[in-house]
T-cell receptor, first 116, second 115 residues
Framework: DTAVSQTPKYLVTQMGNDKSIKCEQN?????MYWYKQDSKKFLKIMFS???????INETVPNRFSPKSPDKAHLNLHINSLELGDSAVYFC???????????????FGPGTRLTVL | KNQVEQSPQSLIILEGKNCTLQ??????????LRWYKQDTGRGPVSLTI?????NTKSNGRYTATLDADTKQSSLHITASQLSDSASYIC??????????????FGQGTTLQVKP
């Protein structure tokens, strides 16, 4: 009965490789997000999709490409991994943001990516 | 620049004691402020959400306060338990961001409750 799930939980890979992280939510939400949490614990938004449409795209290298096959899934593909990509990546979902909406976001357990 | 700053960075208290965590923000215009609890190895979980018209909100032993004039918030934990050991993150949503869901996160306060 997990609300927001991510796979894998841990990912260790070599520099230059391409990897994907998957995210699924069963809350019936239309909006999904990807966040990066660095070593200083700051969470920063990377992308947001509303019903499969991109609505937030922060200044993220184009090596990062989100893909939303349907509104319950938002996967993150990373090409040519670099050492600085090592971090914990969190997926989240919410009802669509808008006037009057608190936009409460529900987070997944995170994927710890280590690039060697 | 929209920012959220928390203090202290870390805190150690004895089980059963109370504590208060602080959050100052410069996000404007302001929509709402929320406190999240993040256990080690897990994603953040929402504790409270407050709009500018709310100045206090409780969730069990957690009580959040908000002063929208001074742009300050606090999270008070009463009768702490070992399970309260976690990072507590203050998050602010601006009015413009209500259409995109973009949130501004503080760096968190790491709380350790010792027996």
């Amino acid at each position: 009965d997990t609300a927001v799930s991510q796979t894998p939980k841990y990912l260790v890979t070599q520099m230059g490789n391409d990897k994907s992280i998957k995210c699924e939510q069963n809350l019936g939400h239309d909006t999904m997000y990807w966040y990066k949490q660095d070593s200083k614990k700051f969470l920063k938004i990377m992308f947001s999709y509303n019903n499969k449409e991109l609505i937030i795209n922060e200044t993220v290298p184009n090596r990062f490409s989100p893909k939303s096959p349907d509104k319950a899934h938002l996967n993150l593909h990373i090409n040519s991994l670099e050492l600085g990509d090592s971090a914990v990546y969190f997926c989240a979902s919410s009802q669509p943001p808008g006037r009057g909406s608190y936009n409460e976001q529900f987070f997944g357990p995170g994927t710890r990516l280590t690039v060697l | 620049k929209n920012q959220v700053e928390q203090s202290p960075q870390s805190l150690i208290i004895l089980e059963g004691k109370n504590c208060t965590l602080q959050c100052n923000y410069t996000v404007s215009p302001f929509s709402n402020l929320r406190w999240y609890k993040q256990d080690t190895g897990r994603g953040p979980v929402s504790l409270t959400i407050m709009t500018f018209s709310e100045n206090t909100k409780s969730n069990g032993r957690y009580t959040a306060t908000l002063d929208a004039d001074t742009k300050q918030s606090s999270l008070h934990i009463t009768a702490s338990q070992l399970s309260d050991s976690a990072s507590y993150i203050c998050v602010v949503s601006g009015l413009g961001s209500s259409n995109t869901g973009k949130l501004i996160f503080g760096q968190g306060t790491t709380l350790q409750v010792k027996p």
